[in-house]
């Protein structure tokens, strides 16, 4: 109970004043949009920059922390995708666009103060490992599976550009693609520069929380709960699990497991209603998602932090 009044109701107070704030009509709903724009594409970008530019990638690049990790996003993914084209029954463009619900973890919005929150910012590295790579791979795996099945015979050259194009146009991997350079050519950084970039970064998750509770006022919960109940098994428990199960096999050091685990059980993130209403698939799956997911996550997130050394 400790670890539920300490870690995790702070993070989910912030969402639900950012919540209350746009319901109740204190902050416009068009704010919303130009905030999480802000957190999206700069202070985020600027948070994941400053952290990868100085994360010593040699340790902290396990290839075995990244299995772990991102096979358990890989079965979701599959599992979701299949599960709605034969349970429920959805055309293909649906059934992928679901998949990649189940796929994409809210690993920056949720994952990263919640596992500050719960072991402290030393326990970070981890995560920014993990981030470092999410988006690019999420998005090449998604856009990818939903080029394929939207291709209608399209040239594999076109079809390659299109899916490059998606990736390196998100402000996100532009953030991280840029961290990695300063920390590979080992580019020195004015002082000025450094502590401009260091204010982005402490306005990041605040106001990335208060923007995500806006968001999700917006998103009802009508219909296909059916669906949603299935991405919401598969993003908090089957993902996590499987990431739980390598972790202990591959026997990771138990900051590494920690950060694996608890990246595995956040929600699914708002980039997948973006990447749904991008291709016009499954919508009102991926919004409500997004919502029910969140909530319930409150408590599942609490019961991983109670099995978790």
């Given at each position: 109970?400790?670890?539920?009044l300490?870690?995790?109701?702070p993070?989910?107070?912030v969402?639900g004043?950012?919540?209350c704030?746009?319901?109740r009509?204190?902050f416009?709903?068009t704010?919303?949009?130009g905030?999480?724009k802000?957190?999206q594409?700069?202070?985020?970008?600027c948070l994941?920059?400053r952290?990868i530019?100085?994360?010593?990638?040699?340790?902290?690049?396990?290839?075995?922390l990244?299995?772990?990790f991102?096979?358990?996003a890989t079965?979701?993914f599959?599992?979701?995708?299949?599960?709605?084209r034969?349970?429920?029954?959805?055309n293909?463009?649906?059934?992928?666009?679901?998949?990649?619900?189940c796929?994409f973890?809210?690993?920056v919005l949720?994952?990263?103060?919640?596992?500050?929150?719960?072991?402290?910012?030393?326990?970070?590295?981890?995560n920014?490992?993990?981030?470092?790579?999410?988006?690019?791979?999420?998005?090449?795996?998604?856009?990818?599976?939903m080029?394929?099945?939207?291709?209608d015979n399209?040239?594999?050259?076109?079809?390659?550009?299109?899916i490059?194009?998606s990736m390196?146009?998100?402000?996100?991997v532009i953030?991280?693609a840029?961290?990695?350079?300063?920390?590979?050519?080992g580019l020195?950084?004015p002082g000025?520069?450094?502590?401009?970039?260091?204010?982005?970064?402490v306005?990041?998750l605040p106001?990335a929380?208060?923007?995500?509770?806006g968001?999700l006022h917006?998103?009802?919960?009508?219909?296909?709960s059916?669906?949603i109940?299935?991405?919401?098994?598969?993003s908090?428990?089957?993902?996590?699990?499987?990431?739980?199960?390598?972790?202990?096999?591959?026997?990771?050091d138990?900051d590494a497991?920690?950060?694996a685990v608890?990246?595995?059980a956040m929600?699914?993130?708002?980039?997948?209603?973006?990447?749904?209403?991008?291709y016009?698939?499954a919508?009102?799956v991926a919004a409500?998602?997004?919502?029910?997911?969140t909530a319930?996550s409150?408590v599942?997130?609490?019961?991983?932090l109670?099995?978790?050394?």
């Amino acid at each position: 109970m400790q670890a539920l009044l300490d870690v995790i109701l702070p993070v989910f107070l912030v969402i639900g004043f950012g919540y209350c704030a746009v319901w109740r009509g204190w902050f416009p709903d068009t704010g919303v949009d130009g905030l999480m724009k802000f957190t999206q594409n700069y202070a985020i970008p600027c948070l994941l920059f400053r952290a990868i530019s100085t994360l010593d990638l040699s340790a902290q690049f396990d290839p075995e922390l990244l299995i772990s990790f991102y096979a358990g996003a890989t079965v979701g993914f599959t599992a979701g995708t299949l599960g709605a084209r034969y349970i429920f029954r959805r055309n293909w463009s649906d059934s992928v666009a679901i998949g990649f619900v189940c796929l994409f973890s809210n690993a920056v919005l949720l994952g990263l103060p919640i596992t500050e929150r719960a072991y402290g910012t030393d326990a970070l590295s981890a995560n920014y490992a993990i981030v470092a790579v999410h988006a690019p791979f999420c998005y090449m795996l998604g856009v990818a599976a939903m080029e394929i099945a939207r291709a209608d015979n399209r040239n594999p050259a076109i079809l390659l550009g299109k899916i490059l194009r998606s990736m390196f146009r998100n402000a996100l991997v532009i953030g991280i693609a840029l961290g990695l350079a300063v920390n590979l050519s080992g580019l020195p950084l004015p002082g000025v520069l450094v502590d401009a970039v260091d204010l982005m970064v402490v306005a990041a998750l605040p106001a990335a929380l208060f923007g995500l509770g806006g968001v999700l006022h917006r998103y009802k919960p009508e219909g296909d709960s059916k669906t949603i109940t299935m991405v919401c098994v598969i993003s908090l428990i089957l993902h996590p699990a499987i990431t739980l199960s390598l972790s202990t096999l591959f026997q990771l050091d138990r900051d590494a497991l920690r950060s694996a685990v608890l990246t595995a059980a956040m929600a699914p993130g708002v980039n997948t209603y973006i990447f749904a209403n991008l291709y016009g698939s499954a919508r009102r799956v991926a919004a409500a998602s997004v919502l029910v997911g969140t909530a319930a996550s409150i408590v599942t997130v609490w019961l991983w932090l109670l099995l978790l050394p």
